[in-house]
């Protein structure tokens, strides 16, 4: 059995070291063997230009990056957390994946959200599975507005993932329409830590920004049930044991299996107008 966390709480905006210790404080003695954060969760969410981005970015290797792999490594626990990431003089909305054995890869988020495509670059790191260094447990990882396109969670069920990590900063309710089916459609447990909390910001012409993010933070299991959730605003670490084994056999009666039954011959999943 895995140990399954998701951490859900209000990162303070550009307070880098503020957030930090408060991830540190909420995970203080915790038994678990994946912990997943929410999105953007050392800087806060509302980034509004290139150069904004680019300041409150850091370097993988970098000093957010040595903080969660010795946080991982004390732990002894995988941890998946966003965080803006620099590389030369560009920035991504990206998520780490520290492993208990000090290594750090990270996941640079595919289709991005709304004011988000103003400062940052689409990801161009690809999807992919992380294998659990101490337990028999395959993690793919993807972001927040990824559970719109099905393609991205399917790609990493069909690269084995067992659990899918979502670390997210989601502003609508809509998620919830859709994610379950996440989880179902691809028999994988799904877990999506989101930020609680309202962000604002002045824009250049004088107007406010204030974005309220949902919290409802929750772990599905293979069959798009809720394990575990959390409310709208509290601040909350959730942990549930689940069978990662269990996600394996794809099959749901003696007839059909989810992904032998495929036809990839039939599906149009390139470009648009592609016939
Ligand atoms: C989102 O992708 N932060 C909604």
Same mark, same amino acid.
């Given at each position: 059995?895995?140990?399954?966390?998701?951490?859900?709480?209000?990162?303070?905006?550009?307070?880098?070291?503020?957030?930090? *210790? &408060?991830?540190?404080?909420?995970? !203080?003695? +915790?038994?678990?063997?994946?912990?997943?954060?929410?999105?953007?969760?050392?800087?806060?969410?509302?980034?509004?230009?290139?150069?904004?981005?680019?300041?409150?970015?850091?370097?993988?290797?970098?000093?957010?990056?040595?903080?969660?792999?010795?946080?991982?490594?004390?732990?002894?626990?995988?941890?998946?957390?966003?965080?803006?990431?620099?590389?030369?003089?560009?920035?991504?909305?990206?998520? %780490?994946?520290? @492993?208990?054995?000090? *290594?750090?890869?990270?996941?640079?988020?595919? &289709? @991005?959200?709304?004011?988000?495509?103003?400062?940052?670059?689409?990801?161009?790191?690809?999807?992919?599975?992380?294998? &659990?260094? +101490?337990?028999?447990?395959?993690?793919? +990882?993807?972001?927040?507005?990824?559970?719109?396109?099905?393609?991205?969670? !399917?790609?990493?069920?069909?690269?084995?993932?067992?659990?899918?990590?979502?670390?997210?900063?989601?502003?609508?309710?809509?998620? $919830?329409?859709?994610?379950?089916?996440?989880?179902?459609?691809?028999?994988?447990? %799904?877990?999506?830590?989101?930020?609680?909390?309202?962000?604002?910001?002045?824009?250049?012409?004088?107007?406010?920004?204030?974005?309220?993010?949902?919290?409802?933070?929750?772990?599905? =299991?293979?069959? $798009?049930?809720?394990?575990?959730?959390?409310?709208? =605003?509290?601040? +909350?670490? @959730?942990?549930?044991?689940?069978?990662?084994? %269990?996600?394996?056999?794809?099959?749901?009666?003696?007839?059909? =299996?989810?992904?032998?039954?495929?036809?990839?011959?039939?599906?149009? @999943?390139?470009?648009?107008?592609?016939?």
């Amino acid at each position: 059995m895995v140990e399954l966390s998701i951490v859900q709480f209000t990162p303070g905006w550009n307070v880098k070291q503020q957030n930090l *210790q &408060h991830i540190k404080a909420l995970l !203080r003695n +915790i038994k678990t063997d994946i912990i997943v954060l929410p999105e953007f969760c050392t800087t806060g969410y509302s980034f509004l230009s290139k150069e904004e981005a680019l300041n409150a970015s850091e370097p993988s290797p970098g000093d957010t990056t040595q903080f969660f792999s010795a946080l991982s490594v004390e732990l002894q626990a995988m941890i998946i957390a966003g965080f803006a990431e620099k590389d030369g003089d560009l920035t991504y909305n990206s998520a %780490l994946i520290a @492993l208990p054995t000090g *290594q750090v890869k990270v996941y640079r988020k595919t &289709h @991005l959200f709304y004011k988000e495509k103003l400062c940052f670059e689409p990801g161009n790191s690809g999807f992919f599975v992380v294998d &659990h260094p +101490i337990k028999d447990c395959r993690v793919g +990882i993807m972001v927040c507005n990824d559970w719109r396109y099905p393609e991205a969670a !399917r790609s990493l069920a069909l690269m084995g993932a067992d659990i899918i990590a979502c670390p997210s900063n989601l502003v609508s309710t809509l998620w $919830g329409v859709a994610t379950p089916a996440r989880a179902l459609e691809n028999k994988v447990y %799904l877990a999506i830590a989101n930020r609680c909390g309202t962000e604002k910001r002045f824009l250049e012409d004088g107007t406010e920004q204030s974005l309220t993010f949902n919290g409802g933070s929750v772990i599905y =299991d293979f069959n $798009g049930s809720p394990l575990i959730y959390a409310g709208k =605003d509290e601040e +909350i670490v @959730l942990s549930v044991s689940i069978d990662p084994l %269990l996600t394996r056999d794809k099959s749901f009666n003696s007839y059909n =299996d989810l992904f032998q039954d495929r036809r990839p011959d039939l599906y149009k @999943l390139g470009c648009l107008n592609n016939g």
